[in-house]
């Protein structure tokens, strides 16, 4: 796993590599907490994301793009109102995989 620091101060997350979380249980554990994911384009992993309402789709093979998505994960909605978010995402996961 690689650190990153440099996307914004608020933000301290830790990424794996689109090989490593390709088609893994990332997106269930995600919907198992309701929170929204920030996904790259890569397998099936969009088709489980509703852009703006359970996550935020990037680029795989883009860095700026990868960081563009998270920096528009955090300027969005689906961040700001997270607690609504968040029963919305419970309800998609039900709706989908229960």
Same mark, same amino acid.
């Given at each position: ?6 996307? /914004? +101060?608020?933000?301290? !997350? /830790?990424? !794996?590599?689109?090989?490593? $979380? ?12 309701? %929170? ?12 489980? $994301? ?7 789709? !990037? =680029?795989?093979?883009?860095? =700026? ?5 998270? =920096? +528009? ?8 109102? %997270? @607690?609504?978010?968040? @029963? @919305?995402?419970?309800?998609? @996961?039900? =709706?989908?995989?229960?």
């Amino acid at each position: 796993m690689k650190r990153w620091s440099y996307i /914004s +101060r608020r933000v301290n !997350c /830790s990424y !794996c590599s689109d090989v490593d $979380v390709f088609q893994s249980g990332v997106l269930f554990l995600g919907y198992g907490f309701n %929170l929204p994911r920030v996904v790259t384009d890569v397998g099936l992993l969009p088709q489980d $994301v509703i852009a703006a309402r359970t996550g935020v789709i !990037c =680029e795989s093979r883009n860095p =700026e793009a990868r960081t563009a998505g998270i =920096e +528009r994960y955090f300027g969005r909605d689906i961040y700001h109102e %997270l @607690a609504w978010r968040r @029963a @919305a995402i419970h309800a998609h @996961a039900n =709706e989908h995989y229960s």
